[in-house]
């Protein structure tokens, strides 16, 4: 479970008399820093991000704070397994698959994947069937790589950052890159490519990710706890200022 730490609350002694004291919680939280503009690593070395930042105005809600460990994306549910950390924030979507190994809190973001090709391929590449059998660039362990294995699965390139994806599309070693919309845009207007557009594939629409946070199976309180965080902020407008900050627009207009 995650770290108990004692926290001191002195209520104007001189005034009210007494000091009162509550049980804050250190979350051990795992993340995996190359999903921006979600969780990355800014010029400083420090982790950032629109997922970081949300964990935290949650764990600062309940009077928490957050511990945040980075790590490789498919190493993040077997350390929460193991018990080196408490929770995971990564861009992650809500699968039965990972239902059957963690249990996540409400979905707190939702996106639909899309694909960026060269521009001189627009006219040839108009939806994701046409992409059966091309060799695709991933992110590993997204949901774009599933999607991508559903239609070119003996040829995908897993890559670890989404920057070395559209770099490896940039110079011709794959047909396209698959990933979330959110990320794609943003690493799109990143390295300023001009010879590299995005298109969203009708179907997407209807398939749309929802992310959430991972906790260990049966850990029921912190899952609570970090539902009613949510809550909170949600309520208090913080969070819609969060969608402002990172996305450029309200939370009404990124749905």
Known sequence: MFKKTLVALTLGAALCGFTSTASADTIKVGTHPTFAPFEFVDKDG???GFDIDLINAIAKA???TVQIESMPFDGLIPSMITGNIDAIIS???ITEA???RVDFTDGYYNS???ILIKKDKEA???SADALKGKTLCVQIGTTGHAFAETISKDNIKALNNESDAIMELSNGGCEAVINDRPVNLYYLQKS???DIVEFVDPKFKDNVDQFGVAVSKGNEELLKKLNEGF???SASGELDALHVKWFGKGLENTK
Do not use: A, C, F, P
């Open 231 to 233: 809550e909170k902020i």
């Open 62 to 64: 309940n009077g928490d």
């Open 192 to 194: 300023n490519l001009k």
């Open 46 to 48: 420090n982790v950032v």
């Open 124 to 126: 040839e590449y108009t």
């Open 98 to 100: 990972r239902q059957k």
């Open 112 to 114: 639909n994947l899309s």
């Open 91 to 93: 861009g992650m979507t």
